[in-house]
């Protein structure tokens, strides 16, 4: 009986924990859509040209799809911008097979990924004789890692001038 309701959770949970989005059979985590998010961010601070409403909606597209019901295989879905989200992971994997001189790996994964946790779409509405939705990267703010901090100061007659 244990055994039956060790396999039935078991079964249970590995549905749940099942990846949204995959990618040549490879279930992407949480990690993986960060970096990819943080990769697109970063490209578009660093290219004036770049088109920030396409990759924006790249986004937007890949958060909608991870968090949905069902199920998504990257490599079967030919939109602009799932070919924009792939082509963010050949880059990427490039840049872990080192064709990239010069530019440190762990470093940047590390900071795209940093990035790509903070990054959100939003939709600016415009209305007026024309109702018009424009998307908006944005970053949300660090945590300032202040709400455990202690401080440790000894008594004002215990320290030693100089």
Same mark, same amino acid.
């Given at each position: 009986?244990?055994?039956?309701?060790?396999?039935?959770?078991?079964?249970?949970?590995? /549905?749940?924990?099942?990846?949204?989005?995959?990618?040549?059979?490879?279930? =992407?985590? @949480?990690?993986?859509? @960060?970096?990819?998010? /943080?990769?697109?961010?970063?490209?578009?601070?660093?290219?004036?040209?770049?088109?920030?409403?396409?990759?924006?909606?790249?986004?937007? !597209?890949? @958060?909608? +799809?991870?968090?949905?019901?069902?199920? +998504?295989?990257?490599?079967?879905?030919? $939109?602009?911008?799932?070919?924009?989200?792939? +082509?963010?992971?050949?880059?990427?994997?490039?840049?872990?097979?080192? +064709?990239?001189?010069?530019?440190?790996?762990?470093?940047? =994964?590390?900071? !795209?990924?940093?990035? /790509? $946790?903070?990054?959100?779409? $939003?939709?600016?509405?415009?209305?007026?004789? @024309?109702?018009?939705?424009?998307?908006?990267?944005?970053?949300?703010?660090?945590?300032? /890692?202040?709400?455990?901090?202690?401080?440790?100061?000894?008594? $004002?007659?215990?320290?030693?001038?100089?």
């Amino acid at each position: 009986m244990k055994k039956l309701i060790l396999i039935i959770a078991a079964i249970l949970y590995s /549905g749940t924990a099942m990846a949204k989005v995959t990618y040549n059979n490879n279930p =992407m985590a @949480d990690q993986h859509l @960060d970096t990819i998010k /943080g990769f697109l961010y970063n490209s578009t601070q660093s290219d004036g040209t770049s088109n920030e409403t396409n990759i924006s909606k790249a986004i937007e !597209w890949i @958060d909608q +799809h991870h968090e949905s019901a069902t199920t +998504h295989k990257l490599e079967n879905i030919n $939109s602009e911008e799932a070919l924009l989200v792939k +082509h963010a992971i050949t880059t990427i994997y490039k840049l872990l097979q080192g +064709h990239f001189p010069g530019l440190p790996i762990q470093k940047t =994964m590390e900071h !795209w990924e940093n990035v /790509g $946790s903070r990054v959100v779409v $939003s939709t600016i509405v415009k209305r007026g004789e @024309d109702v018009s939705a424009t998307l908006k990267l944005e970053l949300r703010t660090r945590r300032q /890692g202040i709400e455990n901090l202690v401080f440790h100061h000894a008594p $004002s007659h215990t320290t030693t001038p100089r």
